[in-house]
C-alpha cells in the first residue's frame, strides 16, 4: 500500500497492460546475469569462481519480488489508548490516522538472492578475523571490563531506518 492506493503491478508495465514491462524485465536479467560471467572472464579473475559457482550464480529463473507492509502498531499512539481504555482481550479500533507501515519486500528467488547469499558465505568466513568483530552477546559480555569507572557513559544505540 503506497499513498493509500494498493499497488499491484505484477506482470503489468505503465499504463497497466499485461506484458508491457516483461521486456525490460528479461533484458535487465539478461544483463545482470551476463554481467557476473563476463566480469570473472575479462577481468583475470577467471580462475576465481569454480564452473559450478559461476553456474549456481546465473543459471536460474528469477522472479518478481512482493512488496508488502507490517503494521507499526506498537508505534500508534491511537491504538496504544485504545488498548489503554477498553479493558478487554478483544481491542476493537478503526483507522487509524498514524499507523505507519514497515515496508517488506519479500523475493527469495529475486534476481540478486544468489550473488548475496553468495557473498554472504565468503564474508562468513572472514568477519571473525577482524579485531572489531564481536560474535553475539555473550562475547560482547565477555570483553566489557567487571568493574566500570564511574564517569564512564554507556550508551545504546538503535537503528530506525535503513
Keep these: 500500500m503506497m499513498n493509500g492506493k494498493l499497488v499491484n503491478n505484477r506482470g503489468r508495465g505503465r499504463g497497466g497492460r499485461r506484458g508491457r514491462g516483461r521486456g525490460r524485465i528479461d533484458s535487465l536479467i539478461a544483463v545482470v546475469k551476463g554481467g557476473i560471467t563476463n566480469w570473472w572472464k575479462h577481468r583475470d579473475y577467471d ?3 569454480t564452473e559450478k559457482e559461476t553456474t549456481y550464480l546465473c543459471d ?3 522472479k518478481e519480488s512482493n512488496l508488502y507492509g507490517l503494521p507499526k502498531v506498537h508505534k500508534s499512539a ?3 489508548n485504545t488498548v489503554r481504555d477498553q479493558n478487554n482481550i478483544y481491542v476493537e479500533t478503526f483507522r487509524t490516522a498514524d499507523l505507519k507501515l514497515r515496508p517488506i519486500i519479500a523475493g527469495p528467488e529475486i ?3 544468489r ?4 557473498i554472504d558465505l565468503v564474508i562468513k568466513h ?7 568483530y564481536i560474535k553475539d ?3 560482547f559480555l565477555n570483553h566489557i571490563p567487571a568493574i566500570v569507572p564511574e564517569e564512564t557513559l554507556l550508551t545504546s544505540f538503535d537503528v530506525t531506518s535503513l
Excluded: A, G, K, N
Aim: charged share 10%.
Design 126 to 132: 572472514l568477519c571473525p578475523s577482524i579485531p572489531s
Design 115 to 118: 550473488l548475496s547469499h553468495f
Design 137 to 139: 552477546d555473550m562475547e
Design 111 to 113: 534476481l540478486t538472492q
Design 47 to 49: 580462475q576465481c569462481l
Design 60 to 62: 536460474f529463473d528469477s
Design 78 to 80: 491511537q491504538i496504544q
